[in-house]
T-cell receptor, first 114, second 115 residues
Framework: DADVTQTPRNRITKTGKRIMLECSQT?????MYWYRQDPGLGLRLIYY???????NKGEISDGYSVSRQAQAKFSLSLESAIPNQTALYFC?????????????FGEGSRLTVL | AQKVTQAQTEISVVEKEDVTLDCVYE???????LFWYKQPPSGELVFLIR??????QNEISGRYSWNFQKSTSSFNFTITASQVVDSAVYFC????????????FGSGTRLLVRP
């Protein structure tokens, strides 16, 4: 089983709908991240969390919200999806105690907003 | 502000050719980490290498090698004797020594290796 699991893997929705992407990890890492990938733009950070009480905005947080329900769970919500939020979304974790800076990624969630 | 530039959007080579993917970074920090990730057509992100700013020694891993030069702020990646399975998007990334551990990614280089 994957150490970082994202659900759903693929989702098609309509403009205005609320969408939640979920991420769970078994790595025991405190730090979790949500990135968005768009063609030609690489990966951009949406939100990150150091623990359940510490949530931080990344460079493109507008239109998104997150919830850290537990150390192992970090969800990304789109309250009212719009077409330019069509992208591939990645959850990631890291461990400050060991591999400095290395992110461990989930398999990605492809979201299409019509 | 930190920035990673991968000027090559797409590269196409014939199998067995050598290919170098360029990465140029900007940071004010003297201590930082650089990474390369591979994204094959299946979409997952595969960690390839991490290098800290104090270690300029080049690294070789099989057909892969990395050339880190602080003087030119570059961290280039060379694949020797490329294979079709090397076809992927490759991302270079930078992590500064703040508490967030967040990575700043380049826009990626798509490598197509033709048989």
């Amino acid at each position: 089983d994957a150490d970082v699991t994202q659900t759903p893997r693929n989702r098609i929705t309509k403009t205005g709908k609320r969408i939640m992407l979920e991420c769970s990890q078994t790595k025991g890492h405190d730090r979790m991240y949500w990135y968005r990938q768009d063609p030609g733009l690489g990966l951009r950070l949406i939100y990150y969390s150091f623990d359940v009480k510490d949530i931080n905005k990344g460079e493109i947080s507008d239109g998104y919200s997150v919830s850290r329900q537990a150390q192992a769970k970090f969800s990304l919500s789109l309250e009212s999806a719009i077409p330019n939020q069509t992208a591939l979304y990645f959850c990631a974790t890291s461990d400050p105690g060991t591999e400095r800076g290395e992110l461990f990624f989930g398999e990605g969630s492809r979201l299409t907003v019509l | 502000a930190q920035k990673v530039t991968q000027a090559q959007t797409e590269i196409s080579v014939v199998e067995k050719e050598d290919v170098t993917l360029d990465c140029v970074y900007e940071t004010r920090d003297t201590t930082y980490y650089l990474f390369w990730y591979k994204q094959p057509p299946s979409g997952e992100l595969v960690f390839l290498i991490r290098r800290n700013s104090f270690d300029e020694q080049n690294e070789i891993s099989g057909r892969y090698s990395w050339n880190f030069q602080k003087s030119t702020s570059s961290f280039n990646f060379t694949i020797t004797a490329s294979q079709v399975v090397d076809s992927a998007v490759y991302f270079c990334a930078l992590s500064e020594m703040d508490s967030s551990y967040k990575l700043i990614f380049g826009s990626g280089t798509r490598l197509l290796v033709r048989p």
